[in-house]
């Protein structure tokens, strides 16, 4: 079973920023790319970033600048740094992974709330 939870999230200002974690566990082969996506209230989910195993990495021209994606393969670990957040990055941040067992496929997390109000 793999397993990927998502913490950090929580209510800051406008302007504040966040450390959004993304921690995979369980039977684990291997770890192809890993996205950060958000959903806000009445709206579609949308992909915020991504990166790759070789860690390539691409932004949403709405964050970029101001997100950056990193990953620590030891830890099995992505981090979404959120910075200069404004009201409109308010939503629910998911993780997701590709993950190699006995083939690909893709893991979710519960997900984790930011907040930005003033």
């Known amino acids: 079973q793999v397993q990927l939870v998502e913490s950090g999230g929580g209510l800051v200002q406008p302007g504040g920023s966040l450390r959004l974690s993304c921690a995979a566990s369980?039977?684990?082969?291997?770890?192809?790319?890993i996205g950060w996506h958000r959903q806000a209230p009445g709206k579609d989910r949308e992909l915020v970033t991504s990166?790759?195993?070789?860690?390539?990495?691409n932004y949403a021209d709405s964050v970029k600048g101001r997100f950056t994606i990193s990953r620590d393969k030891a830890k099995n670990t992505v981090y979404l740094q959120l910075n200069s957040l404004e009201p409109e990055d308010t939503a629910v941040y998911y993780c997701?992974?590709?993950?190699?067992?006995?083939?690909?496929?893709?893991?979710w997390g519960q997900g984790t709330q930011v907040s930005v109000s003033s």
């Open positions: 997701n992974a590709r993950i190699w067992r006995a083939r690909w496929d893709t893991y």
């Open positions: 369980g039977s684990i082969g291997e770890i192809g790319t």
């Open positions: 990166i790759t195993a070789g860690g390539r990495t």
